[in-house]
């Protein structure tokens, strides 16, 4: 099978299945779940059984239930926030590229600042004044992210604005906007596919450890890093309650990032095909 | 060479100065102000004002900002706003407590990432080097506390070796602190080093294609010997970047592990006051985290400098 016209090898077959399933198990959750997300169904921390297949948590919910539902949460919250980084993150680096000097020296220092603070512990500043609501989470991590898609599409958008066809385009007397929505942007984009990719990781671990932490997405939303948290303590008795969710993290970056790969060895072909992506 | 040296210090500390604006700012900038945060929605008009007064925040912003940094450069961070405490007081053995878990992961990690990566260069194709490679990525891509739970689980849980949870004492002998500590120094230990790993192992073999190497080989030389003697010298200046910038990653994953293990150091700190909204606490730790952070980043660029001989004339 193809897709693209570019055959995945095994590996990225292994990222395409697993992201699938849990996108699959994202969009229906509601109709495959076996119980609601927040309905007490048994006792605190039951052990796997053939009716709760994951056990249950720390209220007596049913784990796999609710981690089907977290899939939801976290996969749309990281993903959102993904598309957000990504679009301001790309119009200001563009912008940085070609709108002069001083435009590009007062974004990229901005930029290097804020990179000089940790993300994790900058996160944690804003949204200990904003209080953790679900659009200000995916604000706030969007736009420290974007901080990164930045770097790159600036960089990107450097090597495109001196090039020949930007340059003929300007001297016939082309606007700024169309130049970028024209000529620059259409470019710019096939080295920044495997990118989105890594950026989602890393917002989707992110998310993650704010909702670890208590200050991600709030409860009664399941989903996965608060799931860790909410049935940390379960695990000093011996019971699995906090590895599923936690195991469902990391799987699902583990696909993503398989399936990078694949496209990053795609894009490193000499023949040009990156064009095509 | 000393005057790119200088350079790069001053931009250190103007970083620094630009950060602490820009954390001073960030819990300037919310609609209503720490007053009505912290009292909530009963305030009355006139206790806010009361409190108003009482914190300082009825005078303008650049004014607080400015006691507020020279008094923190001085180490005086004030007092917390939930129990009334110096901060700086509370922060001291905890700083103490996370430094210790940084420097003992520290040690078990870079000397573990410098010398797999040289074996999986050495190796490279190998089967030692695709498992080196598989089991580094694994450990890039999970999450920290899933690997801190997963060690809990069959460490401290099934086999009963180690605590679950690293709770340290003041009075507590080194032997039994190490040991104590040991999980989540094992957790940070392999988050860091697979990033180190696979650096050191691209620098190396980066090396390894240059043409002076090949001349190596061509005069008949063991690939053990072009290693350590032609190549492990010239990639040691991008491995010596990356383990200060790993170590400056130690600090930020200090924070999540530190909650894991219920470790009381500065993470944890910082992850309470911000979970009470207690500002100065909060802002205390940001900029002893961001200050951490500036300073490794400086030191490996700095340290990069003196090792690599093109970068030592300034442009």
Not at chain 1, 159 to 187: C, F
Request: with cysteine; proline share 5%.
């Amino acid at each position: 099978m193809r897709i693209f016209g570019y055959k995945p090898p095994f590996t990225a077959w292994v990222g395409i299945f697993i992201v699938g399933v849990f996108v699959f198990v994202a969009i229906f959750a509601p109709w495959i779940a076996p119980y609601s997300e927040s309905d007490s169904v048994a006792d605190t921390w039951s052990a796997p059984s053939a009716a709760y297949l994951l056990g249950t948590d720390n209220i007596g919910r049913d784990l796999l239930s609710r981690v089907m539902y977290g899939a939801r949460t976290t996969i749309g919250v990281a993903l959102m926030t993904t598309i957000l980084s990504f679009l301001l993150g790309t119009v200001m680096g563009i912008w940085a590229a070609v709108g002069g000097r001083v435009v590009d020296q007062v974004l990229s220092r901005i930029v290097d600042v804020m990179l000089s603070i940790p993300l994790l512990v900058f996160a944690l500043i804003i949204l200990s004044m904003f209080g953790s609501s679900l659009v200000t989470l995916i604000l706030t991590i969007a736009v420290l992210d974007s901080t990164r898609v930045f770097r790159l599409a600036r960089a990107v958008a450097m090597n495109l604005v001196v090039l020949e066809y930007v340059e003929a385009a300007r001297l016939r007397g082309e606007g700024l906007w169309w130049i970028i929505r024209r000529e620059i942007l259409p470019n710019a984009l096939p080295p920044m596919i495997s990118e989105f990719g890594l950026r989602f990781c890393f917002n989707f671990l992110f998310v993650a450890s704010l909702s670890f932490l208590g200050l991600g997405i709030q409860p009664p939303l399941a989903d996965w890093g608060g799931m860790v948290r909410d049935n940390g303590r379960a695990i000093s008795f011996g019971l699995t309650a906090p590895l599923w969710p936690a195991m469902a993290i990391a799987l699902m970056t583990i696909g993503v990032n398989l399936i990078v790969d694949w496209i990053l060895s795609i894009n490193a072909r000499p023949s040009g095909a990156s064009a095509e992506m | 060479m000393l005057r790119t040296i200088v350079i790069r210090v001053v931009l250190g500390l103007l970083t620094l100065l630009a950060v602490s604006i820009l954390i001073f700012a960030a819990t300037e900038i919310l609609p209503g102000d720490v007053a009505s945060a912290v009292l909530g929605q009963g305030a009355t008009p006139d206790t806010l004002a009361q409190f108003r007064h009482e914190l300082g925040l009825d005078r303008p912003g650049y004014i607080r900002y400015l006691e507020w940094f020279t008094h923190a450069i001085r180490g005086d961070f004030g007092a917390a706003l939930t129990n009334k405490r110096d901060i700086l007081t509370s922060m001291t053995p905890k700083f103490e407590n996370t430094m210790f878990l940084a420097g003992y992961a520290a040690l078990i990690a870079v000397p573990l990432a410098v010398g797999m990566g040289i074996v999986a260069a050495i190796n490279e194709g190998k089967w030692i080097d695709r498992v080196v490679n598989i089991v580094s990525l694994a450990a890039i891509s999970v999450p920290e506390f899933f690997i801190g739970y997963l060690l809990i689980f069959f460490f401290a849980v099934q086999l009963g070796w180690f605590p679950s949870l690293s709770t340290v004492f003041m009075d507590m002998g080194f032997a039994e602190r190490v040991h104590v500590v040991a999980l989540p120094a094992v957790t940070l230990t392999l988050l860091v080093t697979a990033h180190m790993l696979r650096m050191t192992r691209s620098s190396v073999l980066s090396i390894m294609s240059q043409p002076y190497i090949e001349m190596a080989f061509l005069k008949g030389l063991t690939r053990t010997r072009v290693i350590f003697v032609h190549a492990l010298p010239n990639a040691a200046a991008p491995i010596i970047t990356v383990i200060a910038l790993n170590l400056a990653y130690l600090i930020v994953g200090v924070v999540v592990i530190e909650t894991v293990f219920v470790y009381p150091g500065i993470g944890q700190f910082m992850v309470d006051g911000v979970t009470k909204r207690d500002l100065p606490v909060i802002q205390a730790c940001g900029l002893v985290f961001a200050g951490a952070f500036i300073i490794l980043n400086t030191t490996a660029d700095v340290l990069s400098i003196l090792v690599n001989p093109r970068l030592r004339k300034s442009r």
